[in-house]
């Protein structure tokens, strides 16, 4: 029962490059969201979908793209890095019931280093 | 804007004291939630209440919810070296699928 699944752990990347942050769930979710954490500032929402093909932006959505073409899948892209990007980096999966929002399921992270 | 703000920001107890957080939120909702982050890992659900309960117990872990001020605490009793972590409160938005507003948190460290 793997959860949430983020891929890579860790990442150091250069001024300018782009790259991909995966993000997999295997409990059939509905809702899948992005987060950055940065000292102090607690978690600020990137993007979200609220199902395949459906996606929104959060709070901090400028320098991301996303895409949800799969209930499992939800993929963050860099597209051109730059050094306040520097962060670390959760999605998260939360099922729709007819009672709300419940607990959101969040992945171990992604710590990425822009230089 | 972050929707919770906490306080404490910092809290350090010896172990077998009580340690409260507390939580304050801006918009109506309709529950709030508590997570707790270890040093490096993911966020784990602690306990979730819903806007019309008052109280709600799991374990060592106390929540209070007060919507006309909107404000919650957060008690963890007998605390151990363990429940060292960091605490957020976060609100849903309403009608905005899964979309989680946090507090800053509220770093705990229970000295053995």
């Known amino acids: 029962n793997a959860g949430v699944t983020q891929t890579p752990k860790f990442q150091v990347l250069k001024t300018g490059q782009s790259m991909t942050l995966q993000c997999a769930q295997d409990?059939?979710?509905?809702?899948m969201s992005w987060y950055r954490q940065d000292p102090g500032m607690g978690l600020r929402l990137i993007h979200y979908?609220?199902?395949?093909?459906?996606?929104d932006q959060g709070e901090v959505p400028n320098g991301y793209n996303v895409s949800r073409s799969t209930t499992e899948d939800f993929p963050l892209r860099l597209l051109s890095a730059a050094p306040s990007q520097t962060s670390v980096y959760f999605c998260?999966?939360?099922?729709?019931?007819?009672?709300?929002?419940?607990?959101?399921?969040f992945g171990q992270g992604t710590r990425l280093t822009v230089v | 804007s972050q929707q919770g703000e906490e306080d404490p920001q910092a809290l350090s107890i010896q172990e077998g004291e009580n340690a409260t957080m507390n939580c304050s939120y801006k918009?109506?909702?309709?529950?709030l939630q508590w997570y707790r982050q270890n040093s490096g890992r993911g966020l784990v659900h602690l306990i979730l209440?819903?806007?019309?309960?008052r109280e709600k117990h799991s374990g060592r872990l106390r929540v209070t919810l007060d919507t006309s001020k909107k404000s919650s605490s957060l008690l963890i009793t007998a605390s151990r070296a363990a429940d060292t972590a960091s605490y957020f409160c976060?609100?849903?938005?309403?009608?905005?699928?899964?979309?989680?507003?946090f507090g800053q948190g509220t770093e705990l460290s229970v000295k053995p």
């Open positions: 998260a999966s939360t099922p729709s019931t007819p009672g709300g929002i419940t607990e959101a399921f």
């Open positions: 409990m059939n979710h509905e809702y």
């Open positions: 979908s609220v199902g395949a093909g459906i996606t």
């Open positions: 918009t109506s909702i309709n529950n």
């Open positions: 209440i819903r806007s019309n309960e």
């Open positions: 976060a609100t849903p938005i309403y009608n905005q699928g899964g979309k989680l507003i």
